[in-house]
């Protein structure tokens, strides 16, 4: 006995996409309407829609609309309204694919709108399509909602719609925004782990000061022997912690609110800025991070056709570095100046010598973004290198001081237990 199954028709790309916006389609959200009469009164509509236009539809024609935005429930709500990067890196990737299929981008925004699980992507790509169906730009659409797209995005955006190369755009921000968050979360990655093993034993160090500790002291106490200068520091240091324990977190909150406020001003911002750069083994790896983010969003700007002097300032802003981007602001300077690039990015002192030979180099052969490139992916290499090896340079680090204070909690109260057992011997 056979059975035929029939298998249900492929669908092409534009069917598949509009089915899986079905459901949102389906579901109505509930809108906030602005608008204002000829006396310049103000009147608010709420009204249920599916999306931004359906609920446009839904306003008095007769009013001008002033805002239209989405009334969140308590379950929506989230904490903010800038957008991940890597809800940024799948839109990305979503509308270079839309866009290379051959699909309108209106189209294109309105499905991905839809489909987003992100509130504050949703809203802002609900704008952007009735904004460039009004006849805007993409670029100027995207650049009223810059909480969402970077300036340098923006930038990119409006130099490829006068070429009309969206796809391969879209394609090489995408390519940049997955190696940027791929380096972010690598860093982070690294962190995380002397982070972890630092808690653990300063965990393990406070409960030996506050449970074992007082015990042996108890006992100690009660032979009435003379302890190993090691043994007395120790629970000198026990007793400090417990009777001031209040005080002491006091105090860390303090220096923690002091130092949160004193980044925020812009000498302070400056200042740890230029420490974090400093540190052992982490600041050459934050250093390389920045130069390739530098390189590379420097290649696309230039690549897009955006001017040199533009092209540094929208590159600095992204560095997420002050002390670095004061340098890059210096050297934009120099180039309004007419003195090139190559020798005012070596006077701010901040790039090392290999890149400004590379910039040199660029800037004579005219071949500014290939060379540009190369140093992004060296630096690229450079970073992958040290993320590999960071861990084995950390942790024998981490474990030295970690077991060093262990260690000299054991060897304090073991000479102290060794020196009560001799004097008890002699004394028998």
């Not at 709500?77 to 309108?104: D, W, Y």
């Not at 390389?288 to 230039?302: D, G, H, P, Q, T």
């Amino acid at each position: 006995m056979s059975t035929n199954t029939q298998k249900p028709p492929k669908l092409n790309l534009r069917e598949r996409l509009n089915s899986s916006t079905a459901k949102a389609e389906n579901s109505d959200r509930k809108w906030v309407i602005v608008q204002q009469d000829a006396a310049g009164k103000k009147v608010t509509t709420k009204v249920n829609a599916a999306g931004r236009a359906a609920a446009k539809a839904q306003a008095d024609q007769n009013l001008t609309i002033l805002s239209l935005s989405e009334q969140k429930s308590l379950l929506q709500l989230e904490i903010g309204n800038t957008v991940k990067p890597s809800v940024l890196l799948q839109f990305t990737r979503q509308i270079a694919s839309f866009t290379a299929a051959g699909i309108p981008v209106i189209e294109a925004l309105e499905m991905l709108g839809q489909s987003s699980k992100s509130a504050p992507m949703r809203s802002a790509l609900e704008a952007m399509v009735d904004d460039v169906r009004d006849g805007g730009t993409l670029a100027h659409a995207a650049a009223e909602h810059k909480h969402v797209f970077p300036a340098y995005y923006i930038a990119i955006l409006g130099a490829a719609e006068r070429t009309g190369d969206l796809s391969g755009t879209f394609e090489t921000l995408s390519t940049y925004l997955e190696r940027d968050l791929n380096s972010s979360r690598a860093v982070k990655s690294a962190m995380y782990y002397p982070a972890v093993l630092f808690l653990l034993g300063v965990g393990a160090m406070v409960v030996m000061s506050t449970v074992v500790l007082p015990k042996f002291k108890t006992f100690f106490t009660s032979l009435d022997t003379q302890l190993p200068p090691a043994t007395a520091a120790l629970l000198a240091l026990t007793d400090f912690i417990g009777q001031f324990w209040p005080e002491l977190l006091a105090s860390i909150a303090i220096a923690i609110a002091a130092f949160i406020y004193y980044r925020r001003t812009p000498a302070g911002h400056l200042e740890t800025d230029r420490l974090v750069l400093k540190a052992p083994v982490f600041g050459q790896l934050l250093q390389l991070v920045a130069l390739e983010r530098f390189c590379r969003i420097l290649a696309s700007l230039n690549d897009t056709g955006v001017n040199l002097t533009d092209s540094l300032k929208l590159s600095a802003e992204v560095l997420g570095n002050k002390a670095y981007e004061n340098a890059v602001l210096q050297a934009r300077d120099g180039v309004i100046g007419g003195r090139g690039i190559a020798q005012p990015l070596a006077e701010a002192k901040m790039f090392p010598e290999e890149a400004v030979q590379i910039f040199r180099v660029g800037e004579q052969s005219g071949l500014l973004s290939l060379q540009l490139r190369h140093a992004a992916n060296y630096y690229s290499g450079e970073v992958d290198y040290r993320l590999k090896n960071l861990t084995a340079l950390i942790e024998p680090v981490v474990l030295l001081v970690i077991g060093g204070g262990t260690g000299f909690v054991a060897v304090a109260l073991v000479s102290a237990m060794y020196g009560i057992y001799s004097s008890q011997s002699m004394g028998a």
